[in-house]
């Protein structure tokens, strides 16, 4: 028996760890395109305020993780290409690996800006360890940073870096910042933190072009504004990595699409983290994950357990104002009710009969969020 693992983040190696739970015989190979380093994702967006270097975010290097898994972890090797009826993998340099299950935990690649300008190449963004590691390289020396994108790593990385000393232009096409995770009145509420914090933040306009210019970058704005910068970052969201399953002929949407029990439309082939769709739900968050690997672990190892989501509220990192939130899916009816103010305020969205849907909490009032989400009915599973 052979279990081959594509991806060494937060789903390659928890899933790897809860195998080894059931399973200590198997033979267990991960690949890794990148440094294979274990780390937490979430502590990327804090590490700045936490005065931490990339290096202290380490948990594991690739030797002690493949001591700790009794695994081969394979690092800085793409997959070329995955085979399904032949049950192999083939890596870049032409090593080909065959396998009984394959599990896919490639994870999502951050949608590139479309931008304009001389210096448009020197944009970083962030979604690993390994691109940190290359962005803290050429922010630690900067005074002066430009973010774009008002989701939750744009809105965290602007938190974290005005908290270390940084200037910070915070720039978004919507009225107001997590547009897809919290309504108007607490989103206000976290724009005015930020603002109050000294993060400048432009609402309305988007980034379309980046030149160097004297001692620095220039961004600019659709409404013709330019910004000075030392670094730029692109947090505009995520797309699932889907290309290697789609070229192998698996069924594939907004992700890699999977059943309860993380099976793809190959039995011998699962998915999970942020590059899979799970019975319709692409959630690309910790809690998400965490339940799909502790599913998935038993599944390998010969004992069918299916994943279950609870309603999992999103935390946003802001410390100048937390927010805790979960929205109402995309068409359910109801209306938003709020109480508080200023930056502490709890938000319900109910139908008419008064079910609860979603809500957002910002300030203090994120403390009730277990009271809330106890109030929910589960997403999957009982």
Request: aromatic content about 4%; glycine content about 10%; charged content about 20%.
């Amino acid at each position: 028996m052979s279990i081959v693992i594509i991806g060494t983040g937060l789903a390659g190696y928890n899933t790897a760890r809860e195998l080894r739970k059931h399973d200590t015989q198997t033979r267990l190979i991960l690949v890794s395109a990148d440094s294979g380093r274990s780390y937490s994702k979430p502590m990327l967006s804090t590490g700045y305020r936490k005065q931490q270097t990339p290096g202290d975010l380490v948990q594991g290097t690739p030797e002690a993780m493949a001591e700790q898994l009794d695994a081969r972890i394979i690092t800085g090797t793409p997959v070329e290409a995955i085979t399904p009826h032949a049950a192999t993998v083939t890596l870049a340099g032409g090593e080909v690996l065959a396998y009984d299950s394959l599990v896919l935990a490639a994870g999502a690649d951050p949608i590139a800006p479309r931008l304009d300008g001389d210096a448009a190449d020197a944009v970083f963004q962030v979604n690993d360890l390994d691109q940190y590691e290359r962005f803290r390289a050429a922010a630690d020396d900067a005074h002066r940073v430009l973010i774009m994108g008002g989701g939750l790593v744009g809105c965290e990385f602007a938190n974290d870096l005005r908290e270390a000393g940084c200037e910070v232009d915070l720039v978004f096409p919507e009225s107001a910042p997590l547009p897809r995770l919290i309504p108007q009145r607490p989103a206000e509420a976290l724009h005015a933190a930020l603002e109050n914090l000294g993060v400048r933040v432009h609402t309305g306009v988007t980034l379309e072009a980046v030149d160097a210019g004297q001692g620095g970058l220039v961004g600019r704005l659709s409404d013709g504004r330019e910004l000075a910068a030392d670094a730029i970052l692109a947090a505009i969201g995520l797309q699932p990595r889907t290309g290697l399953a789609r070229a192998a002929g698996l069924a594939v949407h907004h992700g890699i699409r999977v059943d309860p029990w993380l099976t793809t439309s190959d039995p011998a082939i699962f998915a999970l983290g942020d590059c899979a769709e799970v019975s319709g739900y692409v959630l690309p968050y910790v809690l998400p994950l965490t339940n799909a690997a502790r599913a998935l672990g038993p599944t390998l190892a010969g004992q069918r357990t299916a994943v279950k989501y609870p309603v999992m509220p999103v935390t946003v990192k802001t410390s100048c104002c937390q927010v805790v939130a979960w929205p109402p899916e995309e068409g359910t009816p109801g209306e938003w009710h709020f109480d508080g103010d200023g930056q502490d305020l709890r938000g319900e969205f109910r139908d008419a009969e008064g079910t609860l849907h979603g809500f957002a909490l910002t300030g203090k009032r994120i403390r009730e969020r277990l009271e809330l989400t106890r109030e929910m009915p589960p997403l999957l599973g009982d």
